[in-house]
T-cell receptor, first 112, second 119 residues
Framework: GENVEQHPSTLSVQEGDSAVIKCTYSDSASNYFPWYKQELGKRPQLIIDIRSNVGEKKDQRIAVTLNKTAKHFSLHITETQPEDSAVYFCAASGNQGGKLIFGQGTELSVKP | GAVVSQHPSRVICKSGTSVKIECRSLDFQATTMFWYRQFPKQSLMLMATSNEGSKATYEQGVEKDKFLINHASLTLSTLTVTSAHPEDSSFYIC???????????????FGQGTRLTVV
């Protein structure tokens, strides 16, 4: 089955700096790669997603890149703000009944 | 976007009792729903895939007799934690994929989650 690895587990940046979180996946059949932001005790919130027919997608300060050959994808947050502080999860989904497999998570801390 | 509602949001039960958690898709039909468990400071671990009208598919290591899943309608899946023990205390969360386009590579919508505490 699919296995998703996420790094780093914790990331601390100064306000205004950029943050990058990286994930790798194992199943070459995976074709959907969402990123979620989760605040303590809350449900995950989708912040951006990318499908396998696209190499890069951007939404304001957030961008995701996908390298299918290397089977890795990354989340880029620019001009970070304290309210970006949360746990971020990557996930992958393919032809396995639609289930999402999550990475281990990255705790992002943005210091004012 | 589509709405998935989960109930209850919090539950405390005594060791040895059973607890039922409901997951409803409010504005779309979901033939498949997914149940995850999340321990503190850990990731969402997929427990099982709930299939409407048929048996659930459990992930390796998940006890199907302990975590009973029923998906009797296109809008409701239930997870029952049977004979709960303190180690079952966790955050349980369900999800369903958006039906838009009928493709599997569509957005997943999550319920609010259920914080289960077994005392």
């Amino acid at each position: 089955g699919e296995n998703v690895e996420q790094h780093p587990s914790t990331l601390s940046v100064q306000e205004g700096d950029s943050a990058v979180i990286k994930c790798t996946y194992s199943d070459s059949a995976s074709n959907y790669f969402p990123w979620y932001k989760q605040e303590l005790g809350k449900r995950p919130q989708l912040i951006i997603d990318i499908r396998s027919n696209v190499g890069e997608k951007k939404d304001q300060r957030i961008a995701v890149t996908l390298n299918k050959t290397a089977k890795h994808f990354s989340l880029h947050i620019t001009e970070t703000q304290p309210e970006d502080s949360a746990v971020y999860f990557c996930a992958a989904s393919g032809n396995q009944g639609g289930k999402l497999i999550f990475g281990q998570g990255t705790e992002l801390s943005v210091k004012p | 976007g589509a709405v998935v509602s989960q109930h209850p949001s919090r539950v405390i039960c005594k060791s040895g009792t059973s607890v039922k958690i409901e997951c409803r898709s409010l504005d779309f039909q979901a033939t498949t729903m997914f149940w995850y468990r999340q321990f503190p400071k850990q990731s969402l671990m997929l427990m099982a895939t709930s299939n409407e009208g048929s048996k659930a598919t459990y992930e390796q290591g998940v006890e199907k007799d302990k975590f009973l899943i029923n998906h009797a309608s296109l809008t409701l899946s239930t997870l029952t934690v049977t004979s709960a023990h303190p180690e079952d205390s966790s955050f349980y969360i369900c999800s369903a994929r958006s039906p838009t386009g009928g493709s599997r590579n569509t957005e997943a919508f999550f319920g609010q989650g259920t914080r289960l505490t077994v005392v």
